[in-house]
C-alpha cells in the first residue's frame, strides 16, 4: 500500500533543509506553480498534484514538525500518542517574494514546498483550475492571507498568467518521494522523544512531569511497565498512566490551525 494518493489505505481515526511556504496574516505574495500533470515514480507516473496524509506537532515551542502517517499501523507511532493526522496535498512552487539573510545576501524567485490541506478554500481553488487547464505548470498567481484563523498556507489564489521567470530546465519538482516518506517507528520514538530529541540539545528532566509543557507524547497511555518498552499498540488501560519515564511526557497541545 502505498502513502500518497491512497486516502482508503489509512485506518480512521528526507531533506531537513526543504522550506515550505508560509504566508503572514493580512499579507499577499505571487508564486509560480511547478509541477507537471505528473510525475515519474520508478518508472511509474504518478498525477499531481501528490495527496497524502501528514502530522503536525507542537515540538521544542514551535509546530514546524511534519511527519507523514504511514499505511502500516505498526508504525503508526504517531497515532499511537493520540495524534490526529490531516489530509494535504503538495506541489512545487517558485517563491517570487524577496527577502535578505543576516549575511547580507539577498534571496528572490526560491524554490519551496506547497503543502495545503485539502479542507482547505484554496485547495477547492486548486482543484478547479486542475480540472479547467489540466496542470498549473509555468502559471503565476497572487496568493492572500485573509484572517487570523486562515491556513498559513493561503486563503485565496488569483491568476495573473504565464510566468516569465519559469524554465523548465532550472525549475524541477521537489523528489517528494523522498523527502516525504514516512518514518519508522523507530526513528520517531527518537525523534518525539524529549530526552532524545533532534530539534535541541539532551536535555535533564528533574522537574515534576506536570511541568514539562511541549511534547509529542501528550496523549500517550500504556499499561507498559517503567522501564521496558512494548513495541506493540498500546491497550486502553483501566486508569491512564503515564509514559516510560526515560521518554518523558507533557500536556498535549492543539494545532493552531
Not at 497524502?52 to 508504525?75: C, I, V
Not at 503543502?115 to 482547505?120: D, Q, T
Not at 486562515?150 to 523528489?175: C, M
Request: aromatic residues 12%; neutral net charge.
Amino acid at each position: 500500500m502505498s502513502w500518497y494518493n491512497n486516502d482508503a489505505a489509512f485506518k480512521n481515526e528526507s531533506s531537513s533543509r526543504v522550506r515550505r511556504f508560509w504566508i503572514k496574516n493580512n499579507t499577499d505574495r505571487e508564486i509560480t506553480f511547478v509541477d507537471g500533470p505528473s510525475i515519474d515514480f520508478n518508472g511509474t507516473a504518478v498525477p499531481t498534484p501528490l495527496k497524502y496524509q501528514e502530522y503536525n506537532l507542537n515540538m521544542n515551542g514551535h509546530w514546524r514538525n511534519w511527519f507523514t502517517k504511514p499505511t502500516d499501523a505498526s508504525q503508526d507511532f504517531l497515532s499511537e500518542l493520540g495524534n490526529r493526522a490531516s489530509k494535504v496535498a503538495v506541489l512545487t512552487i517558485i517563491d517570487h517574494s524577496e527577502w535578505t539573510d543576516r549575511k547580507g545576501d539577498l534571496h528572490k524567485d526560491e524554490l519551496l514546498l506547497y503543502v495545503v490541506k485539502r479542507s482547505s478554500t484554496v485547495w477547492k481553488q486548486i482543484e478547479r483550475f486542475y480540472q479547467a487547464h489540466g496542470c498549473l505548470q509555468g502559471q503565476r498567481f497572487r496568493i492572500s492571507r485573509m484572517g487570523d484563523k486562515s491556513p498559513g498556507a493561503g486563503s485565496l489564489l488569483e491568476h495573473i498568467g504565464p510566468s516569465e521567470v519559469y524554465n523548465p530546465e532550472l525549475h524541477t519538482p521537489y523528489d517528494y518521494f523522498e523527502i516525504l516518506k514516512p518514518k519508522t517507528k523507530e526513528e520517531l520514538i527518537k525523534i518525539t522523544s524529549p530526552d532524545q530529541d533532534d530539534f535541541s540539545q539532551p536535555q535533564q528532566h528533574q522537574t515534576p512531569p506536570q511541568q514539562h509543557s511541549q511534547s509529542a507524547w501528550g496523549g500517550y497511555q500504556s499499561n507498559t511497565p517503567q522501564n521496558t518498552w512494548n513495541t506493540q499498540p498500546p491497550q486502553q488501560p483501566q486508569q491512564p498512566q503515564q509514559p516510560p519515564s526515560q521518554y518523558g511526557y507533557a500536556k498535549d497541545s492543539k494545532i493552531p490551525f
